[in-house]
């Protein structure tokens, strides 16, 4: 019998990682808020469902991949939101970025009703998702992650189970932390190697194989020279994982300067005008020289 998949959120990434699902056999529904972002799925045979309780009630597996804390808590534990709604034994695995102790509060009152709740963040921007060469960092109960495993492996290559619920949180605000200091070197190298008078596409052949080699310089640093700064993953969204990180470390009593810079350099990003930019976008206080 075909395994059934509720996927609610196909945004930039999302819609990729779903259509993956489909490729590999899974019959698919889909759920967002606005329909127009789901039509490429459903021309590809998924199914549309008016609401969540619609979608998730026949599923064996639920991914969600949402924007914010709040919409992660209000779809999943909201009136006829997915703990309420989904049949007894499915999986719950979202994909969102959001906070360690909601996904253990999710967890917690999935296991009440039966179900299996995993948090499962994801990264590799629109061009891992399009790849489905995701690392995706799995948070909850070991078996559960077994059972989900397979639809890991449609969506990423990467795969690691990192513990109890939450886990997977806070593997991604690890993450997080070193993407954003990242992002800050690497727009500032850019800058520099054009304030020099180097060709900068010619500097990236040299130092995106070295030590000084990452994804951001090899994926991003290319986009920031030819001006395009679309989203693979949105500046809002990177200041709501910044913060939440920044959250997290008070908690530890963990000081994060590094953190700190690049929260305070994204926070004038965004009043700019660039929240719906991608990450990349950072470029624009050296390019344009806001960074006085």
């Not at 102790?101 to 995993?118: D, F, H, R, V």
């Not at 992002?183 to 030590?211: F, H, Q, R, W």
């Not at 640093?221 to 910044?242: Q, T």
């Not at 953190?259 to 470029?283: F, I, P, Q, V």
Request: proline letters at 3%; a negative charge; aromatic letters at 8%.
């Amino acid at each position: 019998m075909t395994e059934t998949v509720a996927f609610i959120g196909t945004g930039v990434m999302g819609k990729n990682m779903a259509g993956h699902l489909m490729d590999k056999g899974y019959k698919l529904t889909v759920y967002t808020r606005t329909k127009e972002k789901a039509e490429e799925l459903l021309n590809e045979g998924a199914i549309w469902a008016e609401t969540i309780e619609e979608a998730v009630r026949d599923a064996d597996f639920v991914i969600t991949m949402v924007g914010y804390p709040h919409d992660v808590e209000n779809i999943y534990l909201g009136e006829n939101g997915i703990v309420q709604s989904a049949k007894k034994g499915a999986h719950l695995i979202d994909m969102t970025t959001s906070k360690p102790s909601l996904a253990k509060t999710i967890a917690a009152a999935a296991y009440e009703k039966g179900l299996y709740a995993m948090d499962a963040p994801v990264s590799g921007g629109d061009v891992g998702a399009k790849e489905a060469r995701l690392a995706i960092m799995a948070g909850g109960d070991k078996q559960a992650f077994e059972k989900c495993l397979p639809l890991f492996e449609a969506m990423g290559n990467n795969i690691v189970y990192q513990g109890d619920a939450g886990s997977g949180q806070h593997t991604k605000m690890s993450n997080q932390i070193a993407i954003a200091a990242g992002m800050i070197a690497v727009c500032e190298a850019v800058s520099y190697a054009e304030k020099s008078g180097l060709d900068p596409e010619n500097v990236l052949k040299s130092i995106s194989t070295g030590a000084a080699g990452s994804w951001s310089l090899t994926n991003l640093a290319p986009r920031m020279l030819h001006g395009n700064f679309e989203p693979g993953f949105y500046v809002k969204h990177f200041i709501k994982d910044m913060r939440i990180a920044k959250e997290e470390s008070e908690l530890f009593g963990m000081k994060s300067p590094g953190l700190d810079l690049a929260l305070s350099l994204y926070e004038k990003l965004e009043a700019l005008g660039e929240e719906n930019s991608g990450t990349h976008a950072l470029y624009k206080l050296w390019k344009q020289e806001h960074l006085t």
